[in-house]
């Protein structure tokens, strides 16, 4: 489990749980209320019809001064009518009983207790008959019906009788003209309230009912709680997973990465310490063979000398190489450091035109100069714009049987471009793209490295540093032509102060 939330998509699933449950409470808990609403709307609707049936036909018993029926054992005569109003007898002697609309109330209350369930009544405040008088329910409901300046909106409640719910719900019962045929000295106004009629019926079915349906719609979130926890379950797990295979990948990347910074530390350490191990006993070679060839040692035949000459010039050419290498390696390593400074873009050609003029004489090829574009100066790492350009032109030289090797310049307003071009044997197509890869992959394949010397990947890689870059357009047997544009400024370099 700590593992995960040791992820992001451990907390997310931790937010889905926190925001789903309250949502999923709130849902059933209204749902319940709203069901408890319905039942009790329900009871209220059945409650109403019941009384307003009763009120219809109580009114029909006043409106006729009461009702004349024949007597029964549950028929008696009313002892709160006037004597001599309550009974008759027909001629032929059959015995008639007035009904009076509170006693026909009481006589449907009793029809009503057979079906079970409801029970009404008739009461009032100062009631004729004492069983009329009002609970305390309805008492209070009386009170609100007589203080109610229109007609009376219905009383209702749930009440606990004995540990049993009871609904319980009564209308007020306005003074009527006909009402005073009984009640005589009746003090209340034609359509003030007189009374109220009262039900009472069971409420347990419609709360049972209610249970019921809250408790199913409960079960009914639940299971859709369940099943969105255990959509979540597996999406979350399944992210969980993933996440976790992205992490280890992640983490042995780094790890690879780090064994190769180490490795290629390891690598340039060991060319320089390698090219310091083979300058010393090359630098011997290089000496000694000098000190022969200039006759110090004693005197040489022509064949010697040319023999011992080939031996000096191929250590320089060691050295040079070895140079290059560590050159090449330190870059990689990144460990060239630019130095910047301010000079005129001139002194860069002239530097640069000192040490490759016996290069090509030596090799009987015209060297051209053209300095005329080298206007402005410059702020940048002047020994390595030299490096490159001696390179350039060094490579030139060498691939050049005849004709010449030329140098000019391009002035730009952030940029100087530096072309380089040559009479040679010129580059492949396959030769140019060496220049542009990776050191291994061309020093790999001889056969390129012979016309491409590390000379013109140093110098390429050196144009990168520099925030320029280093072209070549070339075709074989047609001469080669390097561009080499370098900003004014070395990029990130502090503001020139004028
Ligand atoms: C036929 C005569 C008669 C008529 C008509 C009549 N009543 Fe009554 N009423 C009585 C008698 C008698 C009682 C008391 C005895 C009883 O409970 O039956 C009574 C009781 C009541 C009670 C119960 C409180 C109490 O005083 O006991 C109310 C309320 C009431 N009548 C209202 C009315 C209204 C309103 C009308 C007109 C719509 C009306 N009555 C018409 C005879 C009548």
Not at 356 to 385: K, M, N, Q
Not at 400 to 421: C, H, K
């Amino acid at each position: 489990m700590r593992g995960i939330f040791a992820t992001t998509t451990g907390w997310m699933i931790l937010l889905v749980v926190i925001t789903v449950v309250p949502v999923l409470a709130w849902n059933a808990s209204t749902s319940a209320e709203s069901i408890h609403a319905e039942q009790e709307r329900l009871a209220l609707s059945i409650a109403s019809a019941y009384v307003d049936e009763i009120v219809v036909a109580r009114r029909w018993v006043s409106e006729h001064a009461g009702v004349w029926v024949v007597a029964a054992p549950d028929v008696e005569p009313n002892p709160y009518l006037p004597e001599g109003e309550r009974e008759l007898e027909t001629a032929d002697g059959t015995r008639l009983v007035r009904v009076n609309p509170a006693y026909f109330v009481r006589l449907t209350d009793e029809l009503l207790a057979r079906e079970g369930g409801v029970s009404v009544r008739v009461t009032g405040f100062d009631p004729l008959n004492p069983h009329n008088a009002p609970d305390e329910w309805e008492r209070q409901a009386l009170e609100r019906f007589a203080a109610s300046p229109d007609e009376p909106e219905p009383a209702h409640a749930i009440v606990d009788r004995d540990g049993v719910p009871m609904l319980r719900y009564a209308v007020a019962l306005a003074h009527e003209e006909s009402c005073r045929q009984c009640h005589v000295d009746d003090v209340t106004a034609v359509g003030d309230v007189r009374g109220a009629l009262s039900l009472t019926m069971a409420y347990e079915p419609f709360a049972a009912t209610a249970d019921d349906l809250t408790r199913r719609s409960w079960l009914r979130i639940l299971a859709l709680g369940a099943l969105a926890f255990a959509l979540v379950g597996i999406l979350g797990s399944m992210l969980v997973r993933s996440e976790a295979r992205l992490r280890a990948a992640n983490a042995s990347l780094e790890e690879a990465n780090a064994e190769l910074a180490r490795q290629s530390e390891a690598k340039t350490q060991f060319l320089g310490t390698m090219s310091h191990e083979l300058r010393t006993p090359l630098n011997s070679i290089i000496g000694f063979s000098g000190i022969l060839s200039m006759g110090m040692a004693g005197d040489l035949t022509p064949e010697q000398r040319k023999q011992v000459g080939i031996i000096n010039s191929a250590g320089k050419q060691l050295v040079a190489l070895i140079n290059d290498i560590l050159d090449l390696s330190k870059i990689e390593a990144g460990r060239i450091v630019l130095v910047a400074e301010e000079f005129a873009a001139a002194t860069v050609l002239d530097g640069v035109v000192d040490i490759v003029r016996p290069l090509a004489e030596e090799r009987g090829l015209e060297l051209r100069v053209s300095s005329a574009g080298a206007e402005g100066t410059l702020y940048s790492d002047r020994r390595r714009i030299e490096q490159v350009l001696i390179n350039l032109m060094a490579n030139s030289i060498k691939h050049t049987d005849s004709g010449y090797v030329a140098i000019s310049v391009v002035p730009g307003v952030d940029v100087v471009t530096f072309v380089v071009e040559d009479t040679g044997v010129g580059l492949s197509a396959a030769e140019i793209e060496g220049i542009f890869k990776e050191f291994p992959a061309v020093a790999m394949d001889s056969r390129q490295t012979r016309a491409v010397g590390i000379g013109l990947m140093i110098s390429r890689t050196l144009a990168d540093l520099l925030g320029g870059e280093l072209m070549v357009e070339s075709e074989p047997g047609c001469g080669s032509v390097f561009t080499f544009r370098v900003p004014r400024r070395l990029p990130e370099a502090p503001p020139q102060e004028d």
